[in-house]
């Protein structure tokens, strides 16, 4: 089962909002699920919870440290705890996914990602879940960091918060540890096609046009049988 559950972010009240912290967003709505508190704890650097389920502890978590020093805190907490890298969950921003959509991936690169960069350094391997949050790619790559550390439109928030809350669904599977319905689950939730724009209502015929001064039909003296 999943252990920790951990969200990337930037601390501070410049980064709220950003692209960058969808982790967070992920771990607040988390806490929320579970009617949990975060608080600062210095000597895993970072706000930390902590639940009960079906006799095991579950922690969450959203490093302090920064982004590029995310692998201080994970790994602070699981040495501690003796939390397995496959019993942990990062939740974090990703490029190549659209906002609304989101993907569950076990192992594999870091793809970039400095937050995953640091947790590969710390833990010594690449073997723990993540669950990649849609935030859209700016396009070009010069303009990445820009855009990850800038404010989703009103439009793209909206979606990426729907994703957050769909995949929270699969919090009984991450539980349970039965991932391939946890990822079956997150992977087909995705966003309601919207719906096509209804066809404008015929606008009435002015007044005088053929439409209005035709005459009648005729109707045939004889019944039609």
């Not at 978590?61 to 790994?75: A, C, H, I, Y």
């Not at 209804?198 to 015929?205: L, Q, T």
Request: charged share 25%; hydrophobic share 40%; aromatic share 6%.
């Amino acid at each position: 089962m999943i252990k920790l559950f951990v969200g990337l972010g930037n601390p501070g009240p410049e980064y709220d909002g950003t692209r960058h912290n969808a982790g967070f967003w992920w771990i607040d709505a988390l806490a929320r699920e579970l009617k949990v508190h975060l608080s600062m704890d210095r000597g895993y650097h970072g706000l930390v919870a902590r639940t009960t389920i079906r006799g095991e502890n579950v922690w969450l978590l959203e490093p302090q440290t920064f982004m590029n020093l995310s692998g201080k805190s994970v790994d602070a907490l699981a040495r501690f705890f003796k939390i397995k890298p496959e019993e942990i969950l990062v939740a974090h921003d990703e490029l190549d996914v659209v906002p609304g959509e989101a993907k569950l991936k076990f192992g594999g690169s870091h793809a970039g990602h400095n937050g995953l960069r640091d947790i590969h350094a710390q833990l010594g391997t690449g073997d723990y879940w993540r669950l990649r949050l849609g935030v859209g790619h700016p396009g070009v790559k010069s303009e990445v960091v820009h855009w990850v550390l800038k404010k989703p439109s009103l439009d793209h928030r909206i979606a990426i918060d729907q994703s957050i809350d769909r995949s929270l669904k699969a919090l009984p599977h991450l539980l349970a540890s039965e991932m391939d319905k946890a990822t079956m689950l997150i992977h087909t939730s995705k966003p309601p096609r919207p719906k096509p724009p209804r066809a404008p209502a015929p606008s009435p015929a002015p007044e005088g046009t053929a439409a209005q001064t035709a005459p009648p039909p005729t109707v045939p003296d004889t019944p039609l049988v």
